[in-house]
T-cell receptor, first 106, second 113 residues
Framework: KNEVEQSPQNLTAQEGEFITINCSYSVGISALHWLQQHPGGGIVSLFMLSSGKKKHGRLIATINIQEKHSSLHITASHPRDSAVYICAPNTDKLIFGTGTRLQVFP | ETGVTQSPTHLIKTRGQQVTLRCSSQSGHNTVSWYQQALGQGPQFIFQYYREEENGRGNFPPRFSGLQFPNYSSELNVNALELDDSALYLC????????????FGPGTRLTVT
């Protein structure tokens, strides 16, 4: 069993829809990162959180340390949100999920 | 733009050769981590350097080695290249370890033929 599981693996949405990506992990962590990777490889850090909830624009990330679960929400999705979203719990190093490929159509 | 740069952007090497990839960290960052991302997979941690010392290593053989310089730029060296080394190599800098926000470079795509 992988240490980090993301769901869904692929997600298609219409512009304006509310998106949720889930991440479950099996290891003890001190923090969890949500990352965005566009075609071509560049990775951008969206959030780093160790408890509760963080919001940045249309993006919201939540984490429940006891349940070892985190979610990334995108409100009012837009085609420019199309990317791979990666959950990366931090032990003494980052452990990456395989990502969720999101495509948002106009 | 994260301020982290990597060179070269793309590289083609032959099996058995050696390669050096470079990473320039964001100003003020003293920690750099290197990751290997095979096609369709999530990144895998190779190793981390903190103030010029290796500070953690993933499940990679010794032919993967690194250096961090006093200006906190970094190199990843891979000897005796194998076909399976073909991947995107990413570096990320931070002020401290993985508990701090990571700033990723654009990556170097290595193809081994």
């Amino acid at each position: 069993k992988n240490e980090v599981e993301q769901s869904p693996q692929n997600l298609t949405a219409q512009e304006g829809e509310f998106i949720t990506i889930n991440c479950s992990y099996s290891v003890g962590i001190s923090a969890l990162h949500w990352l965005q990777q566009h075609p071509g490889g560049g990775i951008v850090s969206l959030f780093m959180l160790s408890s509760g909830k963080k919001k940045h624009g249309r993006l919201i990330a939540t984490i429940n340390i006891q349940e070892k679960h985190s979610s990334l929400h995108i409100t009012a999705s837009h085609p420019r949100d199309s990317a791979v979203y990666i959950c990366a719990p931090n032990t003494d190093k980052l452990i990456f999920g395989t990502g969720t490929r999101l495509q948002v159509f106009p | 733009e994260t301020g982290v740069t990597q060179s070269p952007t793309h590289l083609i090497k032959t099996r058995g050769q050696q390669v050096t990839l470079r990473c320039s960290s964001q100003s003020g960052h003293n920690t750099v981590s290197w990751y290997q991302q095979a096609l369709g997979q999530g990144p895998q941690f190779i190793f981390q350097y903190y103030r010029e010392e290796e500070n953690g290593r993933g499940n990679f053989p010794p032919r993967f080695s690194g250096l961090q310089f006093p200006n906190y730029s970094s190199e990843l060296n891979v000897n005796a290249l194998e076909l399976d080394d073909s991947a995107l190599y990413l570096c990320a800098s931070s002020f401290g370890g993985a508990v701090y926000e990571q700033y990723f470079g654009p990556g170097t795509r290595l193809t081994v033929t």
